[in-house]
């Protein structure tokens, strides 16, 4: 059973950078073919997708965030990280770690944990 837990700061003040990892549990994310991916959920609003590092350490950002977002991985720890800078208060939301198949099905998600972005 794979399980995903995010972890990192519950407030980031304005134009500081958002960081947060995600540590998995029962597989490992250098494991063929999957997709390990931040998902948030901005507050009376959707699903956003921001990116994903892949079993390989390749990485793909949504557009809309391209030039704020970085994922990066430590196997050692078999943790991926978020971070997006410049943070305003439309990043506030609840983020999420999944893991994506090669069909693009979120299988496995993490709890979701709050960030408010606020002075």
């Known amino acids: 059973q794979v399980q995903l837990q995010e972890s990192g700061p519950g407030l980031v003040k304005p134009s500081q950078t958002l960081s947060l990892t995600c540590t998995v549990s029962?597989?490992?994310?250098?494991?063929?073919?999957?997709?390990w991916s931040w998902i948030r959920q901005p507050p009376g609003k959707g699903l956003e997708w921001i990116g994903y590092i892949a079993y390989s350490g390749s990485t793909y950002y949504s557009p809309s965030l391209k030039s704020r977002t970085s994922i990066s991985r430590d196997t050692s720890k078999n943790q991926f990280t978020l971070q997006v800078s410049s943070v305003t208060p439309e990043d506030t939301a609840v983020y999420y770690c999944?893991?994506?198949?090669?069909?693009?099905?979120?299988?496995?998600w993490g709890q979701g944990t709050q960030v408010t972005v606020s002075s």
């Open positions: 029962g597989g490992s994310i250098t494991t063929n073919y999957y997709y």
């Open positions: 999944a893991r994506v198949t090669v069909t693009l099905d979120c299988d496995y």
